[in-house]
């Protein structure tokens, strides 16, 4: 059995109109939700051994955030410029390339991808929050044969879950 973590990063700053898409930062809400969503994380038991993010600033800070909370356990951070997508498919065809060792892995990237991704999963919601944590047990022995008829939902986290 293998873990998958699929985070959003957290929400971006739109302060600067002329910045390209794929440089804006993290905006203020956006560091403190990273810092509380990681925190939160850290808490869990079987943490990953690697976290693969988007190329884009906002997504490898709230990354950072992840792989500083969960310090000392160690934690690959890579980036690959194809989680930089809207596409599930492409995210899908990443995760199935994941070397076999790796029995535990987070992947921090955007919507619509995630939010399409873990529908076809089984989680039921119209959006996955900037900064949600969603977890699945793998029940495959390699990443290859990662797909829907093999995921189990575990949790489904976010910023505001907790501020009702």
Not at 41 to 69: G, H, K, M, N, V
């Amino acid at each position: 059995m293998k873990l998958l973590y699929i985070v959003r990063h957290a929400k971006s700053s739109w302060d600067d109109p002329e910045l390209d898409d794929h440089d804006r930062p993290l905006n203020e809400r956006g560091l403190k939700n990273a810092a509380e969503m990681a925190s939160r994380f850290a808490a869990w038991q079987a943490l990953p051994q690697r976290i693969l993010c988007s190329t884009a600033e906002r997504a490898f800070q709230t990354a950072q955030f992840f792989e500083q909370a969960l310090h000392p356990h160690p934690t690959e951070l890579a980036t690959t410029v194809g989680l930089y997508t809207d596409s599930a498919h492409e995210v899908v065809s990443i995760i199935q390339s994941v070397p076999d060792e790796v029995e535990r892995l987070m992947v921090v990237c955007h919507n619509p991808a995630i939010n399409d991704l873990v529908v076809r999963l089984g989680l039921k919601t119209d959006n996955v929050p900037t900064c949600g944590l969603v977890v699945f047990a793998i029940e495959a022995e390699t990443w290859e044969l990662f797909g829907p008829e093999n995921c189990q939902l575990l949790y489904f986290d976010y910023p505001k879950r907790l501020a009702h």
